[in-house]
């Protein structure tokens, strides 16, 4: 057995139960949120209406181009997918990407496993391959429990709705393929998060600091977003945030979309770069 993969499977392991537990609530908040749909759909003004309100609201709740709140996919973008699974995977993410170099560093137990035949190389590339495999176990599950839930809650059904000119509109159900999209484009976000942890850790090799600066670049990205459909002057700035082109694309809805490459790239990137500088610098002291 190579040390590699005796890194990758001891990290996996240690770390079994808090995954059963992120993966656990996941499920949870997901199914709740379906299990919400038939009581409110029936109920247009409990969720609004997708031209309504401002554009900072509209931005916050995800409603753009003309999502209409009260069909499958438009409730589970503005009550899952536009804010609550995205953040519950990044915070996953930051754990992850933070745990995988920082956390130990902190306590000296990786200098322990440094003193044993491996390399920080094979630390670092089987300790980000444990990550990922880990943040997309519960991804997957908790994806595939929403394609579950969806027929039970009426979700897979087509709605029709009639505006105040007569006019009706159909949208469809939601499907399996969508739910993959939208949870795919979620993974994403999470994984870039999630890797830029990581740098911050093989970097400083502290623990506080990295979950410190990687949450504040999570959630400075999304108030950047946000505040920009305030005011053009910060357009320009949100080309930054994730969060711009994974409100703007809405892959949940329209698919996915070249821009899923952005994210895998900012995670490769972050990775070469961790590898680069934690091989330079010496640990820092427990």
């Not at 995988?100 to 990786?110: F, K, Y």
């Not at 410190?212 to 305030?230: D, E, K």
């Not at 320009?236 to 070249?258: E, F, H, K, Q």
């Not at 770069?273 to 427990?286: E, H, K």
């Amino acid at each position: 057995m190579s040390a590699s993969y005796s890194v990758y499977r001891q990290w996996m392991r240690d770390r079994r139960l808090s995954t059963a537990s992120w993966a656990i609530g996941s499920i949870v908040i997901v199914v709740a949120t379906a299990a919400f749909y038939p009581s409110l759909s029936s109920n247009s003004d409990a969720l609004g209406s997708g031209d309504s309100g401002s554009g900072t609201m509209s931005s916050l709740m995800g409603l753009s181009g003309g999502i209409n709140p009260s069909s499958p996919l438009g409730y589970l973008w503005i009550s899952l997918y536009a804010n609550v699974l995205p953040w519950t995977l990044m915070a996953l993410g930051i754990a992850l990407g933070t745990a995988a170099i920082a956390s130990d560093e902190d306590t000296g137990a990786l200098e322990y496993l440094l003193s044993g035949p491996v390399t920080r190389t094979q630390v670092v590339m089987s300790r980000c391959a444990s990550a990922v495999t880990l943040l997309a176990v519960v991804t997957l599950l908790t994806g595939i429990s929403l394609v579950v839930a969806l027929p039970i809650f009426d979700l897979t059904d087509a709605v029709t709705t009639t505006a105040a000119d007569g006019t009706s509109t159909t949208d469809p159900g939601a499907t399996a393929g969508d739910i993959a999209a939208g949870t795919l484009s979620s993974f994403a976000v999470a994984l870039s998060i999630m890797a830029i942890a990581f740098l911050i850790g093989a970097i400083s090799g502290r623990k506080g600091l990295t979950m410190g600066i990687s949450s504040a670049i999570g959630i400075g990205g999304y108030v950047l977003y946000t505040l920009s459909n305030m005011t053009s002057a910060l357009e320009a700035l949100t080309w930054v945030s994730p969060w711009r082109w994974y409100i703007d694309d809405v892959m949940l809805i329209n698919g996915l979309t070249t821009a899923l490459l952005l994210p895998v790239a900012t995670a490769i990137v972050c990775l070469l770069i961790g590898w680069w500088a934690f091989r330079r610098r010496d640990l820092q002291s427990s």
